[in-house]
């Protein structure tokens, strides 16, 4: 059962209509495209554990906290404030403030030939026919509620071009911060990514806050990738603990197109990461790349759908999660191979080291065949770290907060291996150090100097 238009009134109804008011200029078709997904969320509700795709996760805590809807007058953030969260090698960063566009925080110039980049907003008041074609236009995937809500909240978020054949050797940043305030505020980021005929780019959507002060964020990310692209995107996520974090990831590909997805989950105290690939291109391939780190209470769930609608394409997922205290995982991963997606070929692969007797994981992976000549596999692993590889280094002089330390860096080092542009790889490689530095003490000053016996549970299918 959802969550009753009751509870719904609490603060979702009262803020949709404010907003609706303040957003009267808009565009007759973004207003109809508001209103059909609130009257679509209202029908439906909140998703509760009764249904499949969130049985593991319990967002009663997001239903029933009183939200507001921030606004631009809300926050005073500086460069200073954001110092630390600027990479070294950029092509550029736009920075949003609890949704909003922050553009004396962004850099933008020095844009590379054949880049645009601009809010979402600016985009709407200045040429909504350039987004009109894209926005919202992928109907295949189950209805979601909290992409509903993002939808009829849409204002805001990253819009970014990347014209035929460009090649943008830095990664683009799209910086997403969060500032508490009294009631808590929700925000409904919408980024919009076109990637036209054969060009090149990394994009790198990260989320963090600035203060200890509960938020909830929830993202939807629209990345449409042409004939012959090659895209990355790399979504960081490490807000505080207080946090709620849903983020919803679209890909839509062309022929012969090549993206990856590289999702990379430290922070947030509840944490949803959805992500969505269509090959609808012949001859496209895909990477869905992830690590999910988690210690104290923290619950990280992370679904995967992956829909092969067309003939001769690849896909391969592969996301390892570490868990610590009473961290809850959750990995859901559907494949789904069409009727005339003939000569598919796909693997997906979850694996799961629990540092505690408390962790947990729940682990489903999934496939939907319905071609006849296509290669798919799944499997999942739920193990602990090696006790002979830690007596090994241990015998070796390394202490024992290092020893484990390097085991779990190997464990994680899997994911990194996959990412192949330097810059954020640097970036997202310095984040796991640090966050796997603290788990390794943490786990050694509640476990003590001993050691459970290695158990692992292994399943595995092929079809």
């Not at 565009?27 to 509700?45: D, N, P, T, V």
């Not at 403030?97 to 590379?112: D, Q, R, T, V």
């Not at 430290?266 to 012949?282: A, F, I, K, S, W």
């Not at 319905?370 to 007596?391: R, W």
Request: hydrophobic residues 40%.
């Amino acid at each position: 059962m959802s969550t009753t238009i009751e509870q719904l009134e609490g603060y979702v109804v009262d803020a949709y209509a404010s907003f609706k008011e303040r957003r009267q200029k808009d565009s007759h078709w973004l207003k109809q495209l508001r209103e059909e997904a609130f009257e679509r969320f209202r029908a439906i509700g909140f998703p509760t554990t009764h249904e499949e795709a969130w049985r593991f996760t319990n967002v009663s805590s997001i239903a029933q906290t009183p939200f507001r809807l921030g606004s631009e007058d809300d926050f005073s953030v500086s460069q200073q404030d954001l110092e630390e969260y600027r990479l070294v090698e950029f092509a550029c960063q736009l920075v949003f403030i609890n949704g909003y566009f922050a553009p004396e925080l962004s850099w933008l110039a020095g844009l590379p030939v054949g880049l645009e980049v601009s809010s979402l907003a600016a985009q709407i008041d200045e040429d909504p026919e350039s987004i009109e074609p894209h926005l919202d236009r992928d109907r295949s995937a189950p209805l979601d509620s909290f992409e509903m809500l993002n939808t009829a909240f849409l204002q805001d978020g990253a819009y970014v071009h990347i014209d035929r054949g460009a090649v943008v050797k830095d990664p683009i940043c799209l910086l997403h911060v969060s500032v508490s305030g009294v009631p808590p505020i929700m925000s409904h980021p919408r980024n919009l990514i076109v990637a036209e005929e054969g060009s090149q780019a990394a994009v790198i959507e990260e989320y963090v806050s600035l203060d200890g002060g509960l938020g909830f964020s929830n993202a939807v990310t629209e990345l449409i990738a042409g004939e012959g692209a090659a895209i990355s995107h790399y979504l960081v996520e490490r807000e505080n603990l207080q946090s709620f974090n849903v983020s919803t990831l679209h890909l839509r590909q062309g022929r012969d197109a090549n993206v990856s997805s590289h999702s990379i989950l430290l922070g947030g105290g509840l944490v949803r990461n959805n992500v969505h690939p269509v090959l609808g291109g012949e001859g496209a391939e895909c990477l869905i790349n992830g690590l999910y780190v988690g210690s104290q209470r923290q619950h990280l769930d992370n679904y995967m759908l992956v829909e092969h609608a067309s003939p001769h394409c690849n896909s391969r997922q592969f996301y390892n999660g570490i868990l610590d205290g009473q961290a809850h995982g959750v990995f859901h991963g559907r494949i789904i191979v069409q009727k005339q997606a003939q000569k598919t070929d796909a693997k997906q692969t979850n694996r799961n080291l629990l540092l505690s007797d408390d962790a947990r994981i729940d682990t489903k992976p999934q496939l939907e065949i319905y071609a006849d000549d296509v290669k798919c596999t799944h499997g999942a692993t739920i193990g602990q770290l090696d006790e002979n590889a830690l007596f090994y280094l241990r015998a070796r002089g390394i202490d024992e907060v290092s020893a484990r330390n390097l085991l779990l860096q190997a464990f994680a080092g899997e994911c990194l291996d996959r990412m192949h542009e330097p810059a954020p790889r640097k970036f997202i490689e310095g984040l796991i150090g640090q966050r796997l530095a603290d788990i390794g003490r943490a786990d050694l000053r509640a476990s003590g100097s001993g050691h459970r016996q290695p158990d692992e549970i292994v399943w595995e299918e092929a079809g």
